[in-house]
């Protein structure tokens, strides 16, 4: 036991990740499915429009999306912290992370109502993966449905 625990602090120091940490394909999904259940219920609308957030993002076909939403609609319900997952989108390009907060914010549009506990997570997301204030703001504007 004292095995067990020395190296589960070594692979801690060392930076070495958990074989079952997400990746940040699977952690930005992740956050994308728990910003439609923020308020509570996931429509329809959130759920295709992450379905096309994703496949643009990151490049899937139909069925890597559908396998990926599915996962992450899994872990989504068992997480407890955003940082799990906010601490892999923060890896991603400048640009990129732009582009995740713009899709949180399709998200957030899609069934018509921002709600608080929404606009509040993606604050959160938002300063967690160091995107300046004013591209959080471009993202929201350019996200608003015409």
Do not use: C
């Amino acid at each position: 036991m004292l095995k067990a625990l020395k190296e589960l602090l070594q692979a801690t120091i060392d930076g070495s990740t958990d074989e079952n940490a997400p990746n940040v394909e699977l952690a930005a999904t992740i956050l994308l499915v728990q910003l439609s259940q923020s308020d509570n219920q996931q429509s329809n609308s959130e759920s295709a429009v992450i379905m096309r957030k994703i496949k643009r993002l990151f490049e899937l076909t139909d069925k890597e999306a559908e396998n990926l939403f599915i996962q992450a609609q899994t872990q989504a319900t068992q997480a407890i912290s955003v940082f799990d997952f906010t601490r892999h989108v923060k890896e991603l390009e400048y640009q990129q992370r732009y582009l995740f907060t713009e899709a949180l914010w399709k998200v957030a549009y899609a069934d018509g109502v921002i709600d608080p506990q929404e606009e509040a997570l993606i604050r959160q997301v938002s300063d967690l993966i160091y995107l300046s204030h004013s591209d959080y703001l471009k993202a929201k504007m350019s996200a608003q449905p015409s």
